[in-house]
Nanobody, 115 residues
């Protein structure tokens, strides 16, 4: 049984920081990608950042230079460090682990950036 449990969301002021964590339990086999997505009210879910098995990362243009994705060596936890937060970053953030034969999502965690 594979589960993704997120934590770290909350309410912050513009310019503040948050670190999201996603703990992966259970065994996942094969090459896979770990990433973060977000969905704002009335908008489509979008890719925020991904990290692949070789360590390469990609970011949405809107978060480049402000967000950093990382993982532990065992690949059972993925993080998203968010700095210089803007109101436009307000959304539900979802963790995802995917591969050729599987696709797992976390439950989502709310991030609200407001003064």
């Amino acid at each position: 049984q594979v589960q993704l449990v997120e934590s770290g969301g909350g309410l912050v002021q513009p310019g503040g920081s948050l670190r999201l964590s996603c703990a992966v339990s259970g065994s996942i086999f094969g090459i896979y990608v770990m990433g973060w997505y977000r969905q704002a009210p009335g908008k489509q879910r979008e890719l925020v950042a991904i990290i692949i098995s070789g360590g390469s990362t990609k970011y949405a243009d809107s978060v480049k230079g402000r967000f950093t994705i990382s993982r532990d060596n065992a690949m059972n936890t993925v993080y998203l460090q968010m700095n210089s937060l803007k109101p436009e970053d307000t959304a539900v953030y979802y963790c995802r682990v995917s591969g050729v034969a599987y696709d797992y999502w976390g439950q989502g965690t709310q991030v609200t950036v407001s003064s």
